[in-house]
């Protein structure tokens, strides 16, 4: 009784108040207007990335050319969520052929690591960090899958910007400071780190020039020898001998035989407009059987904010979760119900299952009837627009960092489960679940707006909040990514986890108080939660005035930009 009254005195102190702040122009909750540009557009989470962007752009290379720019910038000034040792997923807009194109670059598990070995072991659950959660990283790949398919630049020039920035170093800003000081306490004891990292010692500060040498020296390579040099040359083998001096099972061989696939978008329409995510073995789709269940109630006379849109969302969020947990995976390994995953047929039924005046305690996955990361986006002058997520998991990744290469490898591999006969289970060569999105939508086979929100299991939630607060509750692209947002704990996922409870809902702050009470006396849990709702950004074309608006929100350093 006493910790609920805390929860609610909490919750009035730090909900108390709709607005974000007072503006002369705008909507409730912008913290900013939109940006509004004639030729390109670059959207990313830190300013300098933004900026190496928009240099692309305005040298001549497109969107694809910088997008790549971006994502190699933001692996050396935000190592807390991305890196050249991590996985990239992409839908990039051709303008040429006007038609949406889906990349899949994420990577697979080694061939030497076998579910028998880890059962021996006693491993009930593949570990956080260390070596064994260790996945080939995709994201070179995707760069030159992208660059050979869409670019107009050479990899050598689109990288320079960030080899430049390595070298001469470039001030750590406020937000990936706090990120780093917590990483050291973590990643400290793993070889190789400290060298990188910590090479005064201590990670660096606020405002320090930090440089990276070995990174620098690195995409050197890769921008002058082009992708084998990481996966069949001297660099896969550097990161082999790392991986057998640590106890891991990641090789040569892994790596050269890694390529990333392209596949094609899957979509549904929500009220008149397409919404675009790409197929398992990524989450995306989730994020569209919410909005078909979502569908089939009127939002926009509940109002933004209301407990019945909240209790709502959740509920649909929970269904969609619990058929995450059981289909999602590699398709190479499982045949996933895709198309009757996402049918307005299937969100019919699941939507008979919501009671709406009580949250449920638990949901079973349905039956369909078979036939830390950085998002960016870019546009540019042809039209092209590419909506890219790249990440490590779990912020930096698995702490193995590998001899003077200037990176970190990722540890996707613990999104495994080691539960035989999931469609998700551990094997060899396979793809994990992931939880890295891009969206898109497009409005009568035209682009309209490239989006992605970043942050585990937090991005099919805030794509469709997004959607939502742009269709349903008449926001633009800025309000629509300052809005509060809420985010649901506890839903069964892919690595064997169950939810027993209902688990509990995150308010951002911005909701109000009688609100949070009635969702309480729904049966919500409801509880604080400082800073786990994400990073937003996104790209809106105008084809009557023939701009592009941008939107970056405040949750992270993102900087929208254009010319």
Same mark, same amino acid.
């Given at each position: 009784?006493?910790?609920?009254?805390?929860? @609610?005195?909490?919750?009035?102190?730090?909900?108390?108040?709709?607005?974000?702040?007072?503006?002369?122009?705008?909507?409730?909750?912008?913290?900013?207007?939109?940006?509004?540009?004639?030729?390109?557009?670059?959207?990313?989470?830190?300013? @300098? *990335?933004?900026?190496?962007?928009?240099?692309?752009?305005?040298?001549?290379?497109?969107?694809?050319?910088?997008?790549? &720019?971006?994502?190699?910038?933001?692996?050396?000034?935000?190592?807390?969520?991305?890196?050249?040792?991590?996985? %990239?997923?992409?839908?990039?807009?051709?303008?040429?052929?006007?038609?949406? $194109?889906?990349?899949?670059?994420?990577?697979?598990?080694?061939?030497?690591?076998? %579910? *028998?070995?880890?059962?021996?072991?006693?491993?009930?659950?593949?570990?956080?960090?260390?070596?064994?959660? =260790?996945?080939?990283?995709?994201? =070179?790949?995707?760069?030159?899958?992208?660059?050979?398919?869409?670019?107009?630049?050479?990899?050598?020039?689109?990288?320079?910007?960030?080899?430049?920035?390595?070298?001469e170093g470039f001030p750590v800003s406020e937000l990936i400071a706090y990120y780093l000081q917590s990483s050291g306490k973590l990643y400290a004891k793993y070889e190789g780190f400290k060298m990188i990292y910590m090479p005064q010692g201590k990670m660096p500060a606020k405002g320090e020039i930090f440089r990276n040498p070995y990174l620098a020296n690195t995409l050197e390579?890769?921008?002058?020898?082009?992708?084998?040099?990481?996966?069949?040359?001297?660099?896969?083998?550097?990161?082999?001998?790392?991986?057998?001096?640590?106890?891991?099972?990641?090789?040569?061989?892994?790596?050269?035989?890694?390529?990333?696939?392209?596949?094609?978008? =899957?979509?549904?329409?929500?009220?008149?407009?397409?919404?675009? #995510?790409?197929?398992? /073995?990524?989450?995306?789709?989730? &994020?569209?059987?919410?909005?078909?269940?979502?569908?089939?109630?009127?939002?926009?006379?509940?109002?933004?904010?209301?407990? #019945?849109? !909240?209790?709502?969302?959740?509920?649909?969020?929970? @269904?969609?979760? #619990?058929?995450?947990?059981?289909?999602?995976?590699?398709?190479?390994?499982?045949?996933?119900?895709?198309?009757?995953?996402?049918?307005?047929?299937?969100?019919?039924?699941?939507?008979?299952?919501?009671?709406? /005046?009580?949250? &449920?305690?638990?949901?079973?996955?349905?039956?369909?009837?078979?036939s830390n990361t950085v998002y960016m986006t870019v546009a540019d002058q042809w039209g092209n627009m590419v909506s890219l997520i790249q990440s490590n998991y779990r912020g930096m990744g698995s702490g193995m960092t590998p001899d003077s290469l200037g990176f970190m490898l990722q540890d996707r591999g613990e999104l495994f489960t080691l539960e035989e006969g999931h469609n998700?289970?551990?094997?060899?060569?396979?793809?994990?679940?992931?939880?890295?999105?891009?969206?898109?939508?497009?409005?009568?086979?035209?682009?309209?707006?490239?989006?992605?929100?970043?942050?585990?299991?937090?991005?099919?939630?805030?794509? =469709?909040? !997004?959607?939502? /607060?742009?269709?349903?509750?008449?926001?633009?692209?800025?309000?629509?990514?300052?809005?509060?947002? !809420?985010?649901? $704990?506890?839903?069964?996922?892919?690595?064997?986890?169950?939810?027993?409870?209902?688990?509990?809902?995150? %308010? #951002?702050?911005?909701?109000?108080?009688?609100? !949070?009470?009635?969702?309480?006396?729904m049966g919500h849990q409801v509880e604080f939660d400082l800073g786990g709702y994400g990073g937003y950004q996104a790209i809106m074309v105008d084809p009557v005035n023939k701009v592009y608006y941008g939107a970056s929100e405040s949750r992270k350093d993102g900087q929208a930009a254009g010319y």
């Amino acid at each position: 009784m006493k910790r609920t009254f805390f929860i @609610l005195i909490l919750l009035f102190l730090v909900h108390s108040g709709m607005q974000a702040q007072d503006r002369v122009t705008g909507k409730t909750f912008a913290t900013r207007s939109e940006v509004i540009a004639r030729h390109g557009m670059v959207c990313s989470s830190q300013p @300098l *990335a933004t900026q190496v962007g928009l240099d692309i752009l305005k040298k001549g290379g497109n969107a694809i050319d910088a997008a790549i &720019a971006v994502d190699a910038m933001l692996g050396l000034v935000e190592p807390t969520g991305s890196g050249i040792g991590g996985d %990239l997923f992409a839908i990039v807009w051709d303008a040429k052929s006007q038609k949406l $194109y889906g990349l899949n670059a994420s990577g697979r598990s080694p061939y030497g690591l076998t %579910l *028998a070995y880890l059962k021996k072991k006693g491993y009930t659950k593949i570990p956080s960090f260390g070596p064994l959660p =260790v996945t080939v990283p995709g994201c =070179v790949d995707g760069w030159f899958e992208l660059n050979k398919r869409f670019g107009s630049l050479p990899m050598n020039e689109i990288l320079h910007p960030t080899i430049d920035y390595a070298r001469e170093g470039f001030p750590v800003s406020e937000l990936i400071a706090y990120y780093l000081q917590s990483s050291g306490k973590l990643y400290a004891k793993y070889e190789g780190f400290k060298m990188i990292y910590m090479p005064q010692g201590k990670m660096p500060a606020k405002g320090e020039i930090f440089r990276n040498p070995y990174l620098a020296n690195t995409l050197e390579k890769i921008g002058k020898e082009g992708r084998d040099v990481f996966y069949k040359g001297e660099i896969a083998y550097r990161i082999e001998n790392y991986m057998k001096r640590n106890g891991g099972f990641l090789s040569a061989k892994d790596l050269a035989d890694h390529h990333s696939e392209w596949v094609e978008p =899957v979509s549904t329409n929500y009220r008149g407009y397409d919404v675009w #995510e790409l197929p398992p /073995n990524g989450q995306g789709i989730a &994020a569209l059987e919410m909005l078909n269940i979502l569908e089939g109630y009127d939002l926009k006379s509940m109002g933004f904010g209301s407990k #019945e849109y !909240i209790h709502l969302f959740v509920e649909a969020k929970k @269904l969609a979760f #619990e058929d995450r947990a059981k289909y999602y995976a590699d398709p190479d390994f499982s045949s996933i119900p895709v198309k009757e995953l996402i049918s307005k047929e299937y969100a019919a039924e699941r939507r008979k299952l919501i009671n709406p /005046n009580r949250a &449920a305690k638990t949901y079973d996955a349905g039956l369909p009837r078979t036939s830390n990361t950085v998002y960016m986006t870019v546009a540019d002058q042809w039209g092209n627009m590419v909506s890219l997520i790249q990440s490590n998991y779990r912020g930096m990744g698995s702490g193995m960092t590998p001899d003077s290469l200037g990176f970190m490898l990722q540890d996707r591999g613990e999104l495994f489960t080691l539960e035989e006969g999931h469609n998700n289970c551990y094997a060899p060569h396979k793809r994990p679940f992931h939880t890295i999105i891009p969206g898109f939508i497009t409005k009568d086979g035209k682009p309209w707006i490239s989006f992605g929100v970043m942050g585990g299991d937090m991005q099919p939630q805030g794509h =469709v909040q !997004i959607v939502a /607060n742009l269709i349903d509750f008449g926001m633009n692209l800025q309000e629509a990514g300052d809005a509060p947002r !809420i985010q649901h $704990y506890g839903s069964s996922d892919p690595t064997g986890d169950k939810m027993t409870d209902g688990g509990y809902v995150a %308010l #951002e702050s911005g909701f109000d108080y009688e609100v !949070i009470r009635e969702l309480m006396k729904m049966g919500h849990q409801v509880e604080f939660d400082l800073g786990g709702y994400g990073g937003y950004q996104a790209i809106m074309v105008d084809p009557v005035n023939k701009v592009y608006y941008g939107a970056s929100e405040s949750r992270k350093d993102g900087q929208a930009a254009g010319y």
